[in-house]
């Protein structure tokens, strides 16, 4: 099984409110990525985890946060929601160059 | 900061007809990979190919020239399922620690009948 899962694939949230999006991968991979898409733009990377260690883009370092309980799981945590974070969030793993994407989680923030 | 330009932004071809699509990096490149994504669909990865690597996957061929930071997508007999967007991405390799892309904005093929 070479998929990616994201949960929700939609999320409505309200300015200032919490944010947990999850993604999982069954395929074992070392590393799995988070990217945030808005329309018309590229992919944007911002952070990943290669086993348990954590690596966050020095521009958004302070905006998102993320977790990783096991090799399975990882999730992406916003504090406050802003309406700057409305976007697709994309979820990645790999285990060496290849990355496999999930389907993304629309978020909108109202 | 990194930038990876793509050309076209849209391309409409007839069925059976070639594409070239463009990417362009702002640094050296090192290696680079092709990226499908169908309409509402999920990324996919289509071809890697290291700076100096010409790669080629049935009716896809993908050549990099790291000199002048440039690489090129073709597609070769297009067919209608190969409409949707197409994505280059600049790899920043960390030597095995995880791989980072820089993306450009995407190629929105369309093949008509």
């Known amino acids: 099984d070479t998929t990616v899962k994201q949960n929700p694939r939609y999320k409505l949230a309200r300015v200032g409110k919490p944010v947990n999006l999850i993604c999982s991968q069954t395929?074992?991979?070392?590393?799995m990525y988070w990217y945030q898409k808005k329309p018309n733009q590229a992919p944007k990377l911002l952070l990943f985890?290669?086993?348990?260690?954590?690596?966050r883009e020095a521009d958004t370092f302070e905006k998102f946060q993320s977790s990783r309980p096991n090799n399975s799981f990882c999730s992406l945590y916003i504090g406050s929601a802003g309406l700057e974070y409305s976007a697709m969030y994309l979820c990645?793993?790999?285990?060496?160059?290849?990355?496999?994407f999930g389907p993304g989680t629309r978020l909108t923030v109202l | 900061g990194q930038q990876v330009e793509q050309s076209p932004a849209s391309l409409v071809l007839q069925e059976g007809e070639n594409a070239e699509l463009q990417c362009t990096y702002s640094?050296?490149?090192?290696?680079m990979q092709w990226f499908y994504q169908r309409p509402g669909g999920r990324l996919v990865s289509l071809l890697y190919s290291p700076s100096w690597a010409e790669q080629r996957g049935g009716r896809l061929t993908s050549s990099a020239a790291s000199n002048e930071s440039r690489s090129s997508l073709h597609i070769s007999s297009s067919q209608i399922t190969d409409s949707g967007t197409y994505l280059c991405a600049m790899d920043l390799n960390y030597g095995g620690s995880g791989n980072k892309l820089i993306f450009g904005t995407g190629t929105l093929l369309s093949v008509k009948p």
């Open positions: 640094t050296t490149l090192n290696s």
């Open positions: 990645a793993s790999s285990n060496s160059y290849e990355q496999y």
């Open positions: 985890y290669y086993d348990k260690i954590l690596n």
């Open positions: 395929m074992n991979h070392d590393t």
